[in-house]
């Protein structure tokens, strides 16, 4: 017996339930085919499609890892945003200039995201993530111990 992946059966098992299956298939079409059809109203028309299948085809969602390595830079990550695309922005570039660039551009991009109902949040020391409005950010909540914390002495 040859294995062809986890959950595919060789040739030769998968032949006899074929075969079953074709003459269950024709004994009962000969069957249904000498059983009258039931009359169909004029009247009746097909149905609406239901909301699911009426949708627009949505644009893709892209991730995209950018680094951030001037001011005018922000301009682009926003269209980004605001087209949909979530952003991996690597802040070292900047950084290495100038810190203050970096807080100005991190407050900005902050502000911008708030403002279209997205979501910002800092990966590390030299990443941060933005979100369309569309997508959300998981953040986990450690809980907050009522009395004194455990020392190691």
């Not at 991996?88 to 660039?101: C, E, G, R």
């Not at 997205?118 to 979100?131: K, P, Q, S, T, Y």
């Amino acid at each position: 017996m040859h294995i062809f992946g986890l959950f595919r059966k060789s040739k030769k098992e998968e032949e006899p339930k074929m075969e079953e299956n074709q003459a269950a298939t024709a004994s009962t079409s000969a069957a249904q085919s000498s059983a009258p059809e039931p009359p169909q109203s004029a009247g009746i028309e097909p149905k609406e499609a239901s909301p699911m299948e009426k949708q627009e085809p949505v644009a893709k969602t892209y991730l995209k890892a950018m680094p951030l390595r001037d001011l005018a830079d922000l301009e682009n990550i926003k269209s980004e945003v605001r087209s949909g695309n979530i952003i991996i922005l690597k802040i070292t570039p900047l950084a290495n200039k100038s810190i203050q660039d970096v807080s100005k551009a991190v407050d900005e991009l902050y502000k911008f995201t708030e403002s279209i109902g997205g979501d910002i949040a800092r990966l590390g020391e030299e990443r941060i993530v933005i979100c369309p409005p569309r997508i959300k950010i998981w953040r986990e909540k450690s809980p907050v111990p009522n009395g004194p914390l455990p020392t190691a002495a």
